[in-house]
């Protein structure tokens, strides 16, 4: 049984603004998406990782991780599902290969996250995705910007990555799911279009997702403390 990270990396970083892909910003000692990368790489239980990416990219090919024996890179897509699709079906592994799919952009992830998705097969064999549950009390807005009510919080989880399913069924799901005109914003919800219920493992709250400016100082800080 083959276990493979595939990372969409192939955003432009739209909303951080940076002038170029977010992923290839500084965070500790190196770029976000060498963090994201080292923590994949060095997990015993993650046997290589695919990356997307941009067509146009000119910066992966100037990481030291780029000629990591465990490295493999394709050409991504207009979308992150299109991306993490061209990742699944650049795969030459014959059968039984599970595929843990986690944004470039969280680059605080930690192992304990891993193993804890890993062992979940046990329990949820279909595939389940590393969440967190809902801590705020969440309200639902009307146009006028007042709010029209609270929304109950009991079973709302946020959800994060990686998440983790079979890759033949992953890869069939978002290709059917985004055919159909599905809005396909992760795995999961490709998974559930097909009918399947992926299970929730309660996730670290420091795996945050680098997406506005005002998250990397948090995801520096998230750096240092776990180098402690
Ligand atoms: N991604 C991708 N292919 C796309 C779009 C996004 O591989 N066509 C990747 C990004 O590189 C990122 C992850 O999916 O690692 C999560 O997406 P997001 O945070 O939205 O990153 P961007 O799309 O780059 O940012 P923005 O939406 O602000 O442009
Ligand atoms: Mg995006």
Not at 81 to 98: M, Y
């Amino acid at each position: 049984q083959h276990t493979l990270a595939i990372v969409p990396a192939a955003g432009i970083g739209a909303r951080m603004g940076a002038g170029f892909p977010k992923q290839y910003l500084q965070l500790g000692d190196q770029t976000i998406i060498g963090q994201t990368l080292d923590r994949l790489l060095s997990h015993p239980g993650i046997d290589a990782v695919v990356i997307a990416l941009h067509p146009d990219d000119v910066w992966f090919s100037k990481l030291p991780q780029s000629t990591h024996s465990k490295i493999r890179t394709v050409i991504g897509g207009k979308e992150r599902a299109d991306s993490v699709l061209a990742a699944l079906d650049s795969l030459t592994e014959s059968q039984d290969v599970w595929a843990l799919v986690h944004d470039a952009a969280r680059p605080c992830l930690h192992h304990d996250d891993i193993d804890r998705l890993l062992a979940s097969r046990e329990t949820f064999p279909q595939g389940a995705i590393l969440a967190m549950p809902v801590r705020d009390t969440m309200k639902r807005a009307q146009a006028n910007g007042e709010i029209e009510q609270t929304v109950c919080r009991d079973n709302l989880w946020h959800a994060l990555t990686p998440q983790m399913f079979p890759a033949k069924a992953l890869a069939d799901n978002i290709r059917n799911a985004t055919a159909a005109g599905a809005v396909v914003t992760d795995e999961a919800s490709a998974m559930e279009w097909a009918g399947v219920h992926p299970g929730l493992v309660s996730g670290r709250a420091d795996n945050i997702k680098v997406t506005h400016p005002d998250d990397l100082p948090l995801a520096e800080l998230f750096i240092q403390a776990q180098s402690q």
